[in-house]
């Protein structure tokens, strides 16, 4: 994302260069990015706390938690993010500013201060924090709580009970646990100017060109209004009409009675080769919205996913069998036994929802297909090759930018921002105590429902704690997030084998928490070049988090409750979208860390021993790289081979597949490549448009189509609502293997 903000020219004008020049080294960043994108000037006078700002930033807060949690559970779950609200609220907010009365007035008990619901123009601060909430209500990104998918496959998939208020707590607790340590870390990677946070300035620029005066008769709002239109009503087609276009792979279609034909030909459960889309939810799933992804990591996306997908896969299928690879579907998130087929997971989990081994004994090793194997073992080598990648080829700039953080003296905007009150520390202690007060309390009085022991809690909140502020440092200087999700679960696999949920309340308390303290930071930093008050977005971060946190829980109960059959996609329709992709793997996760654990999957009681090389293999790699560029200097390209991208190309896949990265990436190459070199000016004006309004307008319909025909069952049955036509596509190839509906080999 850094590269983007930086191919729009019209962010910064040759006027603003200028003034740069023209100004005191000491008022200008010594970041160059950030002098071509963000102002030097501010004005503390705006107001930020409007009526306009509360009625927007809750109301977008409470309908993204709504959507994004009502579309997780989908085939194609479409995240609604930030810049859909950044875009819409815009002439909303100058609506408003035009309507609501100017009349002073004043509050009973807060003495003689006057108020206005319009006390001035609609002004980018508001809109900041209107974004703001609205991140907060997809979870910075992510749609819904993290922890969302525990109460999930709790109910879902082991048929258990969880209460609502042990629901409520784990998903709060561990959405809010990180802001208590990053607030006190702001010093250290938000007020230094060489902790500039690359991701940010895309907000930056894209605020920036929203204000600009329009002088078009073709305005943004007007663009923005005709397009949500055109999607609004185009995906009733692909969302109900004709549910075929989703998917289109002809060649299932050109040979309806092949096995390896559909194998490499489905979208959805093959190689997805010459699969395409005219549905916008699969253009922009699990990878979000091309349009807003820079084409250099289009490029590398492309290269990871056709290497893995069109070399590795068929040589590791057809070419070596790899681990019995045959009796298994070529692409598959379940779980099976030796004999190819589905493993029996409640069997295996007795009354006290832990494993029982003369059950797992019974039924035998744990099997993956194929590519589940190697999307962990690309997991593994993507955690250690950006681990390596960073020091190597960001590690001394790293410590240069650490060191001048402390040594420097403060740039002009973090002078800007003294003239607003700061967060006083005491306020993330208290959020940090009373957090983990309450956590402790779950674990303790409810342990019943999320397993996890006491200590459990105590030792993830040390491990995201200890990596927060060196993620936080990697992110603001290279944009590069590692996770901790499957180092997580890994280590508790181990200690504490046998207990599914106890793993992933881990997995989640340890991830989540650093993640969001990592995005609670990069929020904050937005703040910081846009001047808005620290207490207002501390505050605006906390309550945002709290309603989505609650609506997304709610929005996810209501469905679980309410339709038949949900996430079991092997009972429902074939066109149902309501087969929860994401929950699947999120619950294979559980099974195989925390129900059997990774001893007797990637350990010596496993059949997948040998995918813990990649954890070497991908620390090497990044090195051996950068001996190459060392080597040989004058090779520009060498640099550019950025090994993290590529080994986590497929790292959405599963539950992505092949059918959201062949539409992802054209749909991406069209823009960002042929539209950005020879139509720049559309591409500036109105490219982040486009975007917004695709993703309202299939949510909006999506919605629609639900509460109009969905929830009764009115759906259309013909040739083109009866699923992609791929049914072999899952079918072993193996010699002896029998599974219903496929042909005998």
């Known amino acids: 994302m850094a590269t983007l903000q930086l191919e729009t020219p019209y962010l910064t004008t040759t006027t603003d260069q200028e003034k740069n020049l023209n100004l005191d080294e000491d008022d200008i960043s010594p970041i160059e990015e950030v002098r071509l994108t963000v102002t030097n000037t501010d004005d503390p006078t705006l107001p930020v706390w409007t009526f306009r700002m509360w009625f927007l930033g809750l109301f977008s807060c409470a309908l993204l938690s709504f959507l994004n949690q009502f579309f997780s559970y989908r085939t194609e779950p479409l995240v609604i993010s930030q810049i859909t609200v950044q875009v819409a609220s815009l002439p909303i907010g100058h609506f408003l500013a035009t309507v609501l009365p100017t009349t002073k007035f004043r509050i009973p008990g807060l003495g003689s201060r006057l108020f206005s619901l319009n006390p001035s123009p609609f002004n980018m601060k508001e809109h900041v924090l209107i974004s703001i909430f609205a991140n907060a209500g997809s979870a910075f990104g992510s749609g819904s709580a993290y922890a969302v998918g525990i109460i999930t496959i709790i109910k879902a998939f082991y048929q258990r009970k969880i209460t609502f208020l042990a629901g409520w707590l784990l998903i709060t607790t561990t959405q809010v646990l990180g802001y208590g340590w990053a607030g006190l870390l702001r010093k250290y990677v ?70 390896t034909a559909q194998q490499i030909g489905s979208g959805m459960r093959g190689l997805g080769l010459g699969a395409l889309t005219l549905d916008w939810s699969v253009v922009a799933s699990f990878l979000f919205s091309p349009l807003i992804s820079p084409f250099f990591a289009i490029v590398n996306v492309f290269l990871g996913y056709a290497m893995i997908i069109y070399v590795v896969m068929p040589i590791s299928y057809w070419g070596m069998d790899l681990y019995g690879a045959r009796r298994f579907p070529i692409f598959s998130s379940h779980l099976f036994t030796a004999e190819g087929q589905r493993y029996n997971i409640s069997e295996i989990v007795n009354d006290k929802f832990q494993i029982d081994m003369g059950k797992y004994e019974e039924q035998g090793r744990i099997n993956l297909s194929t590519f589940f194997t190697l999307t962990y073992g690309f997991g593994f080598a993507t955690i250690a090759s950006t681990l390596t990648h960073v020091g190597f ?236 560029h060392k080597a040989f200097p004058e090779k520009t390209w060498i640099p550019l081979i950025n090994l993290p991208v590529i080994l986590g190309a497929t790292g959405a896949m599963p539950p992505a597949t092949p059918l959201n990265y062949n539409a992802w990436i054209i749909v991406g190459t069209i823009f960002n490549f042929f539209v950005f070199r020879y139509r720049k000016k559309w591409w500036q004006r109105y490219n982040y448009i486009l975007s917004a309004a695709l993703d309202a307008g299939v949510a909006f319909m999506g919605v629609l189509l639900y509460f109009s025909v969905g929830m009764e069952n009115k759906g259309l049955t013909w040739w083109g609502t009866n699923g992609e036509h791929c049914d072999l596509a899952t079918c072993p190839t193996a010699k002896g293997v029998m599974i219903d509906g496929c042909p005998a080999n």
């Open 190 to 259: 938000v007020e230094p100017a060489h902790m500039w946070w690359p991701g940010t300035l895309v907000q930056v620029s894209l605020f920036r060109a929203l204000h600009e005066k329009e002088e078009r008769r073709m305005s943004r709002a007007k663009f923005f209004l005709i397009a949500l239109v055109c999607s609004f009503a185009w995906y009733l087609v692909p969302g109900y009409l004709f549910s075929a276009l989703t998917s289109i792979s002809w060649i299932c279609w050109t040979f309806p009675k092949s096995v």
């Open 393 to 628: 080829f960001y590690g001394r700039e790293i410590y240069e930018r650490y060191r001048a953080s402390y040594k420097n003296k403060e740039d002009i905007h973090t002078r800007l921002m003294r003239k607003y009150k700061d967060i006083p520390s005491w306020w993330f202690y208290l959020l940090l105590v009373v957090t983990i007060a309450v956590s402790l309390l779950l674990c303790i009085f409810l342990n019943d429902q999320v397993q996890m022991p006491w200590w459990g809690l105590l030792f993830a909140s040390a491990i995201a704690f200890l990596f927060t502020l060196p993620i936080s440092i990697i992110t603001a200087t290279t944009n590069q997030t590692p996770g901790l999700n499957i180092i997580t679960e890994y280590v508790m696999g181990i200690i504490l084998p046998g207990r599914p949920i106890a793993n992933v309340c881990f997995k989640t308390y340890g991830y989540m928490s650093m993640a969001q303290a990592v995005s609670f930071l990069s929020d904050f930093k937005l703040g910081h070049y846009m001047k808005i008050p620290p207490r207002s977005m501390f505050l605006v971060q906390f309550i945002g988090t709290i309603i989505a946190g609650t609506i997304n829980l709610a929005v996810a109960v209501w469905l679980l409750d309410s339709i038949e059959n949900i996430c079991q996609d092997d009972l429902l329709p074939p066109d149902s979208p309501w087969t929860c992709p994401g929950d699947r793997v999120f619950f294979d996760a559980s099974v195989i860390w925390g129900l059997v654990g990774p001893k007797r999957i990637f350990g010596s009681l496993g059949n997948y021993s040998s995918m813990n090389w990649f954890f070497l293999g991908g620390a090497l790699g990044p090195v051996i790289v950068w001996l190459f």
